[in-house]
């Protein structure tokens, strides 16, 4: 808790000492990609979600890295430098963003190194990720979902003080609304922080946004299956996230996971990141023993 809670603000486009950018080639078309530590060791694979980007987890890279593992992220299709990736470059090529477009992105990432593979989902990645367990549960070694939606079908519904009205909205109004909050500043980011924010969006496509946003509100329900994975699995979420934890409490509890909580909000990785990956690399101990 001392190392989180002496953090420094600092410049997000420069990454730890030793990382690797790279583009990988998925279904959708390239996506950026950083990669740090062994190739040879056992692997990670950390999704970022809407309106994120692989910098999300920088603070965390060398933490797992050091721990013996090769670890990797990579941005979305549509989102910050993979903003080429999208549904024109699929065969044959599709009109829109779906969930199909983001668990095949996934899965090609997966299958293209040593696995089985420690699979981590935030927030609307994980979402993702539970979809691809569901299609191909022998690439998973872990599954951590780190504030995700904890409920099905319409996610936004439980979000503190919204989402009464989020029904209401389309989900072109709903992007605009959060996007317009991040403009803003209304979690009270450091300025180095802000500046990466705002720095992405002048990559990131607002129609990726839009539909990430509709398919959020028809989540698929994957819970027994995800119960019945015989898979270590972790929930992390802040304890202020933008869902209320009693629901994260029994979503953990529904799908057999433990469940980590953080003194913060929505982004543990950037804001505990050392107890965040503390509490990974115990998850992963449990599948090694």
């Known amino acids: 808790m001392r190392l989180d809670a002496a953090l420094p603000d600092r410049d997000w486009t420069v990454l730890p000492s030793g990382a690797v950018r790279s583009d990988f080639s998925a279904p959708s078309g390239p996506l950026a990609m950083v990669s740090l530590g062994d190739p040879s060791h056992p692997r990670i694979v950390l999704v970022p979600g809407v309106t994120g980007s692989k910098e999300d987890f920088t603070l965390m890279l060398p933490t797992l890295a050091e721990a013996g593992f090769y670890v990797q992220s990579y941005d979305l299709a549509g989102q910050y430098e993979s903003f080429a990736a999208g549904p024109e470059n699929l065969v044959p090529p599709r009109a829109d963003y779906d969930y199909d477009l983001f668990v095949d992105d996934l899965i090609a990432v997966l299958e293209a190194g040593s696995g089985p593979v420690h699979v981590l989902g935030y927030s609307f990645a994980g979402v993702v990720a539970q979809l691809g367990y569901l299609r191909r549960p022998e690439l998973y070694a872990s599954l951590a979902l780190l504030s995700c939606p904890p409920e099905p079908g319409q996610a936004f519904r439980g979000v503190s003080r919204v989402g009464r009205i989020s029904s ?21 980011v450091p300025p180095g922080r802000q500046a990466f924010v705002e720095h992405r969006f002048g990559l990131t496509r607002m129609s990726a946004v839009d539909a990430i946003f509709g398919l959020m509100m028809r989540s ?30 029994t979503f953990a509890e529904q799908i057999g996971a433990r469940i980590a909580v953080y003194r913060t909000g929505h982004s543990p990785c950037e804001t505990t990141p050392h107890q965040f990956s503390r509490d990974l690399l115990e998850l992963y101990r449990r599948q090694s023993g």
């Open 220 to 249: 698929p329900d994957s819970r027994s299956v995800i119960a019945a994975a015989d898979i270590p699995k972790l929930v992390a979420v802040g304890e202020h996230d933008l869902w209320p934890l009693e629901l994260h409490a």
């Open 168 to 188: 209401l909205t389309s989900p072109r109004i709903a992007a605009a609304l959060m996007v317009w909050g991040l403009h803003r500043n209304v979690t009270h």
